[in-house]
T-cell receptor, first 109, second 118 residues
Framework: GQNIDQPTEMTATEGAIVQINCTYQ??????LFWYQQHAGEAPTFLSY????GLEEKGRFSSFLSRSKGYSYLLLKELQMKDSASYLC??????????FGAGTTVTVRA | GAVVSQHPSRVICKSGTSVKIECRSL??????MFWYRQFPKQSLMLMAT?????????EQGVEKDKFLINHASLTLSTLTVTSAHPEDSSFYIC??????????????FGPGTRLTVL
């Protein structure tokens, strides 16, 4: 199984940058996903990393270090609509996803 | 593209009754669908993996006789909660897996079904 850890809550100001860290332990790594989930809704895909390094997509970037079992999601130029839960999920060889508990980000004006 | 629908979006039922939830991939064929359960302020917990034309694979601790899964076609999987009890009240989410052109094994999530058992 996996042990996926991420902070429970983070608060930041509109326009600022927030970095959400995720550490994991897995036996058969097949990629790491980041999802955004607003309350009462299904998760929406943000990013996918399978190789080490940084993937940038507009205001969102995700980094992976496989040797360290570590990833982060970077949110830039925060907007009020970015207030949500951010889920780190690890995929193993059978394509199942194991999710972390999620990080609730609150953006304040 | 890659849209997944779920029906119903909300259901309220009496204790002891059975509830069926449908998950459909609308514009792609999904050989594999996953069923998750999410309790308030908790993360998604995988319940089972559903492969078209074969029996579902259940995660440890999930009762297969209580949560019946049928994956009859490449676009439809159903989850039936049998003899529902109040503790089964939860947010049930399905996802469908597809391999993109870039080889990304991405899962697309349905909008979820809120089940409340009275």
């Amino acid at each position: 199984g996996q042990n996926i850890d991420q902070p429970t809550e983070m608060t930041a100001t509109e326009g600022a940058i927030v970095q959400i860290n995720c550490t994991y332990q897995t036996s058969g790594f097949n990629g790491l996903f980041w999802y955004q989930q607003h309350a009462g809704e299904a998760p929406t895909f943000l990013s996918y990393n399978v190789l080490d390094g940084l993937e940038e997509k507009g205001r969102f970037s995700s980094f992976l270090s496989r040797s360290k079992g570590y990833s982060y999601l970077l949110l830039k130029e925060l907007q009020m609509k970015d207030s949500a839960s951010y889920l780190c999920a690890v995929s193993e060889g059978d394509y199942k996803l194991s999710f972390g508990a999620g990080t609730t980000v609150t953006v304040r004006a | 593209g890659a849209v997944v629908s779920q029906h119903p979006s909300r259901v309220i039922c009496k204790s002891g009754t059975s509830v069926k939830i449908e998950c459909r991939s609308l514009d792609f064929q999904a050989t594999t669908m996953f069923w998750y359960r999410q309790f308030p302020k908790q993360s998604l917990m995988l319940m089972a993996t559903s492969n078209e034309g074969s029996k579902a694979t259940y995660e440890q601790g999930v009762e297969k006789d209580k949560f019946l899964i049928n994956h009859a076609s490449l676009t439809l999987s159903t989850l039936t909660v049998t003899s529902a009890h109040p503790e089964d009240s939860s947010f049930y989410i399905c996802s469908a897996r597809t391999a993109s052109r870039e080889g990304l094994n991405e899962q697309f999530f349905g909008p979820g079904t809120r089940l409340t058992v009275l």
